[in-house]
Structure formats: C-alpha cells, structure tokens
C-alpha cells in the first residue's frame, strides 16, 4: 500500500511558526515519524509539502497511479479553497483531511471547512499526531475495501 | 488509565438506522471493541448512552474522579447544545470529539459543531472506526502530559 | 393499526396555558377525543406527553413493534432540535407533525421547523383538530401503502 | 356552505409533472374527490386554477358573497408573493394553505412560506389528500363558528 | 399636462380591506379626489388598477405617449418585483411611488421597496393623500423640467 | 397651527454640498418658501437646524408646548439612530420625515430607515419640495384630527 | 425540429429601453434573426413574448406537443420567480436560459438566478446574440440526443 | 410570600468550574445565601438544580400553587431554549433571569437570550449577587401588584 | 464612596413618555429615590442627563476623580454607540448598565447591547427599580475589591 | 484573429474526473475541436491549463499583443479569486466565461461567480460546447468593434 | 498650507486610556509633535478634539476657507456614523483617517469602516505615527494637485 | 537596515493597467523610488512581485534571516487569503499592508481585508505614496524595538 501525505501552505515552517498554537516538532521529523509508523502498518509513505494551491492540486492529480490514497493537511486553503474540494473529488482515492490545531476553537472564520466535504473523514486538534491517526484511518479503510 | 465513552441520542439505535449513512455494527459491538482495545493501550473503558442532552451532562459530571479523559459523539446535540459545551469546559478533563459520519458532507445545518470548541480534538467519518482513533488519541494525549 | 401519539413540551398545560394561542381545551379531553376517532378508524391510539427532548427521543426509539405511525407535536423542540429529527429518521416509521397555533403567523423564530424535514407531513394552525388531521391523514396513509 | 378550491401555478400540470414529487393523480380527478368529499360534508365546492398571480388574487376578491371559505394551493408562489398574502388578509375568510409535498423536505428557499402567515392554518405532505384534510379542517372550522 | 395613476395589487379593495390599516375611503372615491385635483393643477388625469404584476407593466409600458408622468402605488409588489422596476426605468417617464401606509412601521418584509430605487421620489403614510401628494409633486417637477 | 421644521447632519451647508445630489438652493432660501407656505395654510413655521444627533433630541423634546406637529429630516442619522427615533415617539406630536434624495435610490446602507418607523409618513426625492409636501401633508393631518 | 423562444417582461420595449444597457435593436428584428438563423439550423421557431409572470409559465405549458426545445429570457422574473423555475421543471423539456446583458455585472439583486437551476444551461452578456448562441447551443443539444 | 430559585446546566459544580468565569462560591452556599436574605424580605426560598432542559420546564410547571415567582438562571439553555421560553409564558408567575458573568462580555453566541424576552427582567454579571439582586427584585414587584 | 448616576437620550422625558412602556415616575423622582437609597448604602449620589452621546462621553470621562463607580442607562444609543462603549472602557471604574425596560421582549434592534459588553453587569426589566438594584449591586462590587 | 483558451484547475483530468457532471471527452480533445472551429472562424486558437491561480493570472497577462481576446474557464477560483477577477479587468482584452456544468444547478457555494462580474458574457451547462459557443461569441463580438 | 487635526471621542484620554492598545504618548504630546512636524513640511497645523459626532461635524464644516486639508481620526464614531461621512463628503477637501490601532486586528465589529469611504485614504495601526504619516500624505498629495 | 517589499497578483502591470484607479506610475519606477527612499532611510530594500499567491508565501518564508521588515501588498489575495494571513503570522517579522486605492471606496467585497489581522498596520488610498509611507513607518517602528 502506498499513501501520500500532502501538507499545505505554511507547514514547512513547523517548529519555527507559532509553537504555542502549532507545536514544536519540525515537518522532517512529522515525515520520519509516518515513514517509520507507514512501515508499521505496512505502508510506503511519501510527503510532499507546497505552499502554493495549484501545486496542490497537481500533486493531488498525481497521486493516482502511485498512492492508495492520501494524508492532506490543506493548512489556510480548508476554509477557502473550492478549487482544491474539486481536485480532490476529482482523482477518486480517498483522501483524510488532518489539522494540527483544533479549527472549532480557533478564530470563526476557521470553523468551516470547504475541503472536508470531499474527504472521507477529519481529524484535527491533536498536534503531529493528527497525522498519524489519520494514516492510520487510511490504512484500515483501504484495508477493508 | 479510565476512558469514559459517552455515546449521544440516537446511538442506541446504531446498526438499524439508517445503514447508509452509520453503518451497521451495533452499539454494544462498538463498545466491546473498545473495551478491547482499551485493554491493549492499558486503559479501563466505561460506555454510557443517553438520548437526553441533560443525562449526558449529569455523564460528564460524573467523568472527574473516575475517567482519566472521554470519548464524546454528541450526536444531534453537537450542532445546538450551548449546555454540553460549557459541561465540557466544566470538568477540567480532556475530551474528544468523535462522529460516525463526515459532518462537512452532510446538510448545512451539521457543518457546525458547538461542542468541538471546548473538546480537545474531533474525529469524523470512520464509522464506527472514529471511536478507536478517538480513544487512542486521548490514551496517548494523556501519556505525554 | 396501533398509532402513538406524542405531546412535546409544554403541552401538559393545555388548557390553562395562554387559552388564547393554545385553546382551551385540556390535554386529557384531546387524548380522549383522539381515542375516539381512532376506534372510528380503526386504530389503537396511546398517547404520551414528555417536557424533555430526550423523553421525547426515548418514546419515538420504543414506537416500532408497537405503532404504526406517530403524530408527533414537537412544541417548542420544532425550531431547535436535530437529535429529535434524527430520531424520526432513525425510526423508520411515518411520522405527522401536528401544531395546534399557525407557526407562520408567530415570531419570527417559529416560523422554520427543523423536525418537518423528517416528517412525512406537517399540519398546523386548526387547534385541537390538528391532531384530529394528523392521525385521519396519518391512517390513510398507512393503509395505502 | 360553500367552498372556493384555488390551485395555483402549474398545477393544471398535475399527473404529468414530477409524478414522483406530485403524485400521479390529476387535477380534475382530484376535484371530482373534493367535490365528492364536499357533498358529504353538506359543502358546495367550486374549483379554479390559476398560473397567474394577479389572476389567483382576482379569483379571492371574488370569493366573498359566495363561499364560506377558501382551500388555496399557492404552489411557486407560496414563497415569493407579498401581495397573494395581502389578498387573503383582505378578504376575510378563512383561507387554509395547502401543499401536495412536504415543503421542509425539500430546497432551502421552499422551507419559508409569506402566504401561511395570513391563513388560518397550514396543511402539506400528503399528496391530493392535503387538499381533503383541508377542505374538512375547513368546514368544522366554519360550523364552529 | 396627463398623469396616469396606476393602482396595485388588492387596492380595489380600498374601503372594505382592513380599514384601520388603510382607511375607509373606497378606490372610486380617491380616483374622483384625484381627478378634481388634477383639473386645480391643469392636470388630466387617468386611473387604472390591476391585481396582475404584468398588467400593471402593460400600463406602464402604455404610458409614454399619452401621460407626461405616472403616480404608482405598487402594493404587495413593491417589496418583491424586479420585473416592475425595470419597467419603470425603461419607459423613461417620471414615476412618484406612493404607499397608504407607512410601510416602515410595518413588517420587517415591507421595509424594503424594489421598486423605488427606480422611481424619482417615495410618499407614504398619510392614506389616501399620499395620491394627492405624490400627483402635486410630479406636476411640480414636470413644470420646472 | 405651529410647525417644527427640524434639519439634521450637514444641512446648512444645502447649496454647496454635492449640488448634483441635494440641489442648488441654500438652507435659509428653503426656511423662507416654507415660512411663506405656512403662510398660506395658515401655519407659524419655525425652522431649527443641528449637525448633533442630541441636539435634535432636545429640538424634538422642546416641541410639544408649542408646535402641533414637526417636519423632520434626519440626515444621515436616519440609517444609525435609536435615540431619535425614541425621541420621535416620546413626543407625542406627529412628525413627517422628509429626505431631499431618494435613499432607494443611494448606496446600500440607505435604504434602511430606522426613524421612519416612529413618524407618521415619510416623503423622499423631491429635493426642497420634499419639506413643502412634508408640511403640506402635516398641516392637512392635523386639521383632520 | 422546432424552437420556442420566449421574451419576458420589458423585452417588448427593446430598442427603445435603455439603449446602453439592452443595445438598439427591436424585438421583432431578433426575431427575424433567429427566424433566419432558425432555417439554416433546420428549425422552425415561434416567438412569444409576456410581460406576465403567468403569461410565461401558460406559454411553457403549451410547449410540449409543438416545441422540441425553448430559448427562455426570463427578465426580471430571473431572480424572483419559484412558480417559473418550477413550470421549466414541469414541462419536461430542454430550456436554455438566455439574458441580453451580463447580470454578474450589474445590481447586487441581478447576480443570483432562480430559474437557472431549472435551465440546462444559461448565455448571458452578448446582447441579442445570446439569442442566436442559446438557439444553436439547443438544437445541437436536441440533436445529439 | 415564596420564591422558587431555579438553577440551569452545569451550576451544581459551581466553585469547582472555571472559578475566574463564575467564581468561587458553592451552590450550596448561594442557596443558603438566597435562603437568609429571603427571611429578611419575608419570603421561603426553595432551590431546584437541573441539567436536563426538561427537569427545568418540569420545575417551572411545578411552580404554580407553591410560588409566587421564581428566579431562574437557564445557563446554557439561554441561547437556545424555545421550549423553555414557552414554559415561562405558560406558568402565569414573574420570572427573573439571572446570570452570574455578563454574557455580553463573552463569545458572541452569548450574547442573545431566548428566553430573557419571556422574563419581567435580567441580571446579570454580578457572580452570586446576581441571584441576590434578582430575588430582591422579585420580592419588589410582587409587593406591588 | 461616590457613584454618579448617568441617564441617556429621552430619559429626562420620563413620566411624560410612553407611561406604558417605561412607566409615570419622573426622572427628578427616581433621582430623589437614588440618593436616599444612596444615603442608606454611606454613598453619595449625582445625577446627571443628557441626549448627547458626545455629551454622556464627556460626564464619563469627568467621573474618574470623583466617582467610585457609574450607574449608567444609555438609553437609544445601548444599541448603537461604539464611542460610548469605548468611553466606558476608558475611565477605569466600575460602570453597571440598567434599563427601565426589558430590552429583550421588544423590537429586535433593542436585543443586542453595545455597551454592555464593557460594563461589568446589566439589569434590566425592573422600571425605576433597575437604577435602584444596579446602584445596589454597584456599591457592594466596590466594597469588595 | 487570435483567441488564448485559458482552462483553470482540474481541467487537465476532463474525461477521467466525475464524467457523470463533466462528461467524457479530454481536454487535448476539446483543444482539437477548438482549434478546427477556430480555423472555420478564421481565428487562430492557442490553448493553455494550469492548476494555479498565480499561473492563470500570469497567463492572462501575456494574452495582450498576442490574443484578441480570452475564452476561460476558470473552475473553481470563479467562486473565490477577486485576483483573477482584477486580471481580467487589468489586460484590456474582450474575456469570456465559460463552464461545462451549469453552476446554477449544483451547490450553493457555485450560484456565485467573482470574475463574471469583469468578463463580458458567460456561458454554462453546455459541456464541452460552452467552449464553442464561447468562441464563437467572442470572434462575433470583435468582429463587430 | 494649513492641515485641521482633528481628534475623535475619547482621544483627550490618550496616554491614560488603555495604554497597552493605544500607547502612552498624550494627545498634548501628539499635537506638539505633529506642529513640529508641520514647520518641516511648511504647514500650519491647527488641533481640535471632540467627543461629539456633531461636534466633528461642526469642525469639519469649519474646515473650509482656513484648511487646505484635514487628518481625522474619527474613534468610535469611525463603524457607525453615516452623518459623518456626509460631512467628510460635503467639505470639498481632502481628510485623510487615522487611527492609533490597527482596526483589522481588534473585535470584529472595528473591522468596518463608514467613514473611510469618504476620505482619500487611511493609515492605521501606527500608533502616534499614524499623525504624523497621514499628515505627511497629506500634504504631499495637496502639492501635487 | 533591509526591507523586503513584496508586490502581489497584477502589480507588474501598473502603470498600464486601469490608470484611473491604480496611477499611471510603473511597477519599476515605484521600486526605484522605493530603493532611493531606502537609502536615505538608511535601509536596504529589495522588491519582489508575484502573481501567485503561493509566490507571496515563499517570498515571505524568506524573509527571515535577511529582511527586518516587510512592506506588502496583496492585491486581490487582501480580501480572501486566510493562507497568506497565517505566513505573515508565521514568519515573526513585523508586516505593513499598503494598497494603492482606498479599499472602502470601491466594491463591497474590497472592504474586508483578511491579511491586515495579521500586520501591524495599513496604509491605502495614497497611489504609489502608500509604498513610501508604509516603508517609513516600519523602519520607524523597527527603530523604536
């Protein structure tokens, strides 16, 4: 099985960026960490990290074919971005929408998610181990299919 | 470590209702599986089911000197009950979120939850899965304090 | 044909509470009444009045096997509750929604109704001969099905 | 007594339209019904339909000096129609608003009604029946008097 | 100088319809009032009513070529009528909007007027002199032009 | 008869402020074709003009007493208001409200009056002439009474 | 094959309303133009036009039987009208939704259309040619069927 | 004279709850508080806690025969409680709302009472005076009538 | 201790105006009753009125120095100041907000406070009664801290 | 002549991506038939995707020396980018929007176009021919300047 | 050339009022530094503060015939005074708005601004130096005219 | 000193692109004025423009190490990028948001700024200047640290 994991815009900062709200573990060593869990649980991870919204969606249109379904983070676009719902509708693997913060308990304009709608499911509030629940939630989900 | 579960109205009726959208495991299936896992991660699980909004309050209440931490699916209360939210806020322990379903792709009125602000992270759209991830991601979120 | 007929809150005061919205009328003559209409039609009715939405849910869980059909006066419930709309979904059986006052002709909060979405009907504004309406309508239905 | 049935737009349609959100059964046969109804009820029915607007206001101004009161389908025009509204208000008959679907069940801009809060009460789901639950919600209504 | 007065919907009513809200002076009665007005001001003047949103544009599309200016009292559709407002502004005539009532101290839906953002000016208020008013203010104005 | 006319925000600067929206013609050229028009309908006509939202209140608080009725216009204060209109209903004197333009007609934020609401009548767009027809109406009014 | 083309309210006016916004061109040369267009396309076309609400939804009613297909300019009644959106619905035909100038460029109030959802498809900015492009868009959508 | 003191959700954990919010005093101890200073004004004091909105509106329909008024703090049923609107409106006795924070300091979900517009009046942000106030105020306007 | 009672627009009207809604006692009387309560409680009492907002800004930033704490009614500008709210921010005393009337069972415009939010409670309700009770309230705030 | 086919994000997946709402046929498919209608039109047609807004803009950007005009489809940024909305306006070129799909008829968030505001015309629900259509509009468009 | 200063509610407060949002600095402080300033730019600056809607009103209709041009910071008056922004209108120079905060980044209700519509431009956030900045813009942009 | 100034989407066209709104200046001679005003400022200054949002992102995720500040606009991204808004957050650096025109002068959709939350201030409405006086303010600030 192979899994994508895509983090969003700003998520390269991690570590640096707001650790009070966003935790202090680097990207890097989030990525290790689902390298070494994806292993586990019988899983290729790759990561991939874009602060740009269109090269989200490419990476999204190029997951089929290689993944088996994909781990987004899709930072500031969740509450904006109808272009980046689309792409994920569009590639027909499923995707879990994960948050490193809890969005319910931050700024109002943070409580709707545009992007959720298309996934299979959310995870969020959890810091870096969101992501890894959510690889998690994949697996299985792929695993019963 | 004590992990109560409180499951919210309409749950007792999991596995008939509505198939489609919850799935078909019953509510006392769901809750052994918890208990199982529970005892992997070395934690003691306790579920309780109300359909009142009051009962699960008087739940929560109760939760402090016995649970270490609560797995929550409020059900139809998460979208309206100021209540629950400021019981959750009340007790001092940490509580998750969890929903069967993937609230975002479902009617407008249920993309907003009420309660999540005061939980520590939410969980959506596994299924019966959710209460899993959702409980161990509260075992472990109480490990690191 | 057996049909469960289900007072919401507040409706235990009919007759002294505000005669000039509500009638005056006593919740007790209007279950008799509907007794009586029911033996003309041919079904059973037993009536049930709960002031909590979860007394209310808990009814509505224990109809099937026993109704086949409810007509439902949700009161003040109508415009907040989506655990008592997901009760009438979960349930499987028709459900009439009955109002005694015309909802559209009072402020403005009354004037959606969050439960009739599930119903099968909604009839209101006709005091006490709603539920007369409800349960003629509600026997029909049922036999034609 | 007498009793003007008014339909509204598109109903003239009835039987060929959305026979899965209307019903199959037509205009005219549902007037033969309600006029069979009407004898038993020692009620004269008098039928008009109307696509128009204005002309559905005409046909209220000409309901006083005749009927007793008015059973009224306002169809599209139950949603958007300030001045249909003001007409049953001027009238002074008892008006009662009929739907053949449930309008809760259906899009959002459906689920408001500006005539109902001028009518004595509100009737929708059952299909043709509505208009029998009407026109007898009616005549009691009128012999109450 | 010619002025067409063009009455709305349910204003033939005048005089029966709700009194306390429009006054007890009859359509015909106004029309009179206004016709001798018109000759103190050297005004001909014509009336015209139509309950049909369309039949008010025919009038107003009829207006040109005959009458200088037009008194229009929209009733019910002043608040919802697109189509209304761009017939005003397409006959390129000077139009003076007049209400019997105040509609500001009414309804919340009456609030709003579609079609007086169309119109030179708004008069209403004062019951049936807001006819004598608004015909005085468009003779005004199309003096000085 | 004693009239009040009472001018709000920015209308002593009529004549030199945007001409193309409010005309051409100076405050005190207004204050003196009324003072001769209430000479012809027999009316005293005192005019008072403030830019402050309780100087106004006061102006309106001192009325009674002397004057039989007051010709308002609010400015800019009639979109933002609650202390006027309170004013304008504490009185006990009917008040016409008047506007030069038409609000309908003007951005978004003025087509909402909120002291309309407490006056008898509103005329509007009829640049100064709008003051005349305001106390013409008021003077009219009164006799009536 | 053969073309309905149906003319909302206003829509007779055209060449002399407005001319900046709906162009110089009359009806009846658009008309003649789809007419002739219409022959190369090997369709015959009939134009009707109606300033009534009602007058429209009579016409689409009379369409199944005679037309394949209408081109539909609904004017102002683009933004308010359920009962239309409800008769393209009923009538079981392919509608295209066509509208002279561009309503995404205009008043707040033109940028929302309730008949579009009803519509296969909807051509609006281009002057009279939106006629010519939504005739040729139907009968190739006719034709591909 | 006797009060009945009515405590909504979660305030059975007050002094333990968010102590910088609602201070630190038990209920217990307001209730003996509210119990001394009605022996000064002449009144028995009884105090009723529930978390269930139903228990609250059993309560307040228990109130009549015993009560000669109540002092209710609906805590989290504030914002959203039509049914216990209704409640208060049924029961014919003053009720007063009080809260111990000022809820138009906090989030803006708090900042509406539902039921405040049911009450003779509010208080609140004085902690447990809050309660205090209220009975005071109670005991005033029931010596009045 | 020194508290400076503040009244806002209209006030100084009281007894004469709308005696339904706010009641026939006079301002000059309530002041009287304030400081002969003000004596009871050790506390000296100035009163001072003004329809002014600037004017109320003004008395507020002139209490520090004086003052211990304000009892302050704004009146009309509750719903509308932001400056006021910002002035009582300002002084750094304790400032209650009372009113006459229940804000809550009025017009809508009257449910939301400015003001309040920067005031460390609210009463209201309680006609005279609410100065009393806030002023009350306000003292025993102060000899806490 | 010179047309630049602009196709927004997503598009590159046409034929593979949910062809139940966006048909079966690719892009590069849809580029031939543009180019050979272009030929017919003597119009030569040059065709570009991207995936990201910033690239879209840029695209237009070079669209001025070379282009005389635009035919875009901009998915999903037509509901978010006031950045490509302003792109539109910057390059002083004739733009048309197009859409398979009509968006009218698919989910709320879709009824609202932001850059159709700055283009001269849409056109929508035609499939792969709203490219045509579009084309053909814009070449007829710039004929005629 | 000669710049107005003019100072909006509760800024005679500066440098007690909340020194952590608006800094130590006094009003007296700022007027000397922005004098100080002007000599450097050759401008005579003239300061003047109210707390007064009416007041600022009044300053600016004063403002013609001495000032060249005006730095406003219009406080709390700058989310809710229309009357204000028609006297910024109405003077015929340019008033460029300040504020010492940053408005965007307070609560939600100081993120619009109805002033700022009629004004050249705004600087805020600054602190102090908001003057000063404004100041200069000022009268670089009165040099260029 | 450096100073990173960070243009957004379609300022590479200024000068060309509306001149009525944004200048006749060009994107080139505002950078050199911006170095010249740097330099004797005694500030570094390095311009960067793009058109893609994610190009804003990096731009500003380097920031660090080399800039003491940023000086941004950007453009359309202002009033929709909650993405952009959580880099500024990210990066530590202190952000001055500058625009050409006066945002709350032009569409209704340009009034809200979504990334000005996350800077220290805004400066708009100034033509290029706004660059100038956005720099000098953030060195000053820096300064002052």
Not at 40 to 55: I, M, R, T
Not at 58 to 76: K, Q, S
Not at 96 to 115: C, D, M, P
Request: hydrophobic share 45%.
């Amino acid at each position: 099985m192979r899994i994508l994991v895509l983090h969003g815009p700003n998520l390269n900062l991690l570590g640096e960026r707001e650790p009070d709200v966003y935790g202090s573990m680097t990207l890097a060593a989030i990525d290790a960490a689902l390298k070494a869990e994806g292993e586990k649980l019988g899983a290729e991870v790759k990561s991939v990290q874009s602060n740009h919204e269109g090269g989200l969606i490419d990476a999204l249109h190029g997951a089929p074919g290689w993944a088996d379904g994909v781990v987004l983070n899709p930072g500031g676009y969740t509450h904006t971005s109808v272009a980046l719902r689309d792409a994920i509708k569009a590639i027909g693997l499923p995707v879990v929408e994960v948050h490193l913060s809890n969005i319910h308990a931050r700024e109002e304009f943070r409580h709707r998610s545009i992007t959720a709608g298309a996934c299979v499911g959310v995870i969020g509030g959890f810091g870096w181990r969101s992501y890894l629940l959510g690889m998690r939630a994949l697996v299985e989900m792929i695993h019963d299919e």
